[in-house]
Nanobody
């Protein structure tokens, strides 16, 4: 059983930056592809970004391309989401998730491909 704990959320002004972290425990981190999703009030959970086991393959939602980057440190069992040029519409609870499927290059955008989820961290973009 993998436990995921997100951190790094908070209040930031439009145009600002935040870096989210997700620390994993209870499993072999390097065997999991990792993803970030978000959910705003009254909206469905949506894909943000994903990264393959080794970090060699990444995937981003179109609205995040060029603003967000995803990375991982397998020695620290941690995945990161660097968010720049934040907009009010980026306000949401951000969740990390782990995909235990066997495909080494997978960086899936589908929530149903993920087996473990963190509890989320709130990001609020407001002046």
């Amino acid at each position: 059983q993998v436990q995921l704990v997100e951190s790094g959320g908070g209040l930031v002004q439009p145009g600002g930056s935040l870096r989210l972290s997700c620390a994993a425990s209870g499993g072999t981190f390097s065997l999991y592809a990792m993803g970030w999703f978000r959910q705003a009030p009254g909206k469905e959970r949506e894909f943000v970004a994903a990264i393959s086991r080794s970090g060699g393959n990444t995937n981003f939602a179109d609205s995040m391309k060029g603003r967000f980057t995803i990375s991982r440190d397998n020695t620290k069992s941690t995945v990161y989401l660097q968010m720049n040029s934040l907009k009010p519409e980026d306000t949401a609870v951000y969740y990390c998730a782990a995909d235990r499927r066997i495909y080494p290059l997978s960086a899936s955008s589908s929530p149903s491909d993920y087996d473990y989820w963190g509890r989320g961290t709130q990001v609020t973009v407001s002046s």
